[in-house]
T-cell receptor, first 116, second 116 residues
Framework: AQKITQTQPGMFVQEKEAVTLDCTYD???????LFWYKQPSSGEMIFLIY??????QNATEGRYSLNFQKARKSANLVISASQLGDSAMYFC?????????????FGAGTRLAVHP | DTEVTQTPKHLVMGMTNKKSLKCEQH?????MYWYKQKAKKPPELMFV???????INESVPSRFSPECPNSSLLNLHLHALQPEDSALYLC???????????????FGPGTRLTVT
């Protein structure tokens, strides 16, 4: 069975510094996808970044980058130049299924606090 | 436009009431999802619709009844709920994976449900 593990319940970072949120995964599938979502206190889940298992390059989206280490089964999110608005819950997720839809398996989440 | 809308934002209902949650997207996505999220927990998948047909029911109690009237709308009918059903209910949509792409799910802002 697929599993996502986020071992950091909470993290804090100073504004303008970089922070890494850890995510490890377990799957026997050769083809899979990994996602990071941000959930502010308002509740909406915001898609941040995606990494496919066959992607050779680490994904980047603005200040977000994904440190993908396939052999170690890790997909850590790096946020550069943290901003106060980055304070939120962050979920790592894996896509399960290859049909016309995708079922997401979520980790427990990491709460990030950005301090001024 | 990557917007998924949900109404109402907040709902308080008694255990004998019947109410409905509504979700709408105009991104042309053919997969739509309902999730339940308890406080400080990751979202849990409830239902998946693919091309307006129910594809996944994660053993959800029958007091929750989903409906997909067309490709843009998803409803969740609630009846005889229990206090433990109080949670944030999130709707999401995604491309059909057969159309290619990364199939990220776009979430609505959620409905905060309180059952009294």
């Amino acid at each position: 069975a697929q599993k996502i593990t986020q071992t950091q319940p909470g993290m804090f970072v100073q504004e303008k510094e970089a922070v890494t949120l850890d995510c490890t995964y377990d799957t026997s599938d050769q083809s899979y996808g990994l996602f990071w979502y941000k959930q502010p206190s308002s509740g909406e889940m915001i898609f941040l970044i995606y990494q496919g298992s066959y992607d050779e390059q680490n994904a980047t989206e603005g200040r977000y980058s994904l440190n993908f280490q396939k052999a170690r089964k890790s997909a850590n999110l790096v946020i550069s130049a943290s901003q106060l608005g980055d304070s939120a819950m962050y979920f790592c997720a894996m896509r399960e299924g290859s049909g016309g839809y995708n079922k997401l398996i979520f980790g427990a989440g990491t709460r990030l606090a950005v301090h001024p | 436009d990557t917007e998924v809308t949900q109404t109402p934002k907040h709902l308080v209902m008694g255990m004998t009431n019947k109410k409905s949650l509504k979700c709408e997207q105009h991104m042309g996505h053919r997969a739509m999802y309902w999730y339940k999220q308890k406080a400080k927990k990751p979202p849990e998948l409830m239902f998946v619709y693919s091309y307006e047909k129910l594809s996944i029911n994660e053993s959800v109690p029958s007091r929750f009844s989903p409906e997909c009237p067309n490709s843009s709308l998803l409803n969740l009918h609630l009846h005889a709920l229990q206090p433990e059903d109080s949670a944030l209910y999130l709707c999401a949509s995604s491309q059909d994976s057969r159309a290619g792409g990364t199939y990220e799910q776009y979430f609505g802002p959620g409905t905060r449900l309180t059952v009294t």
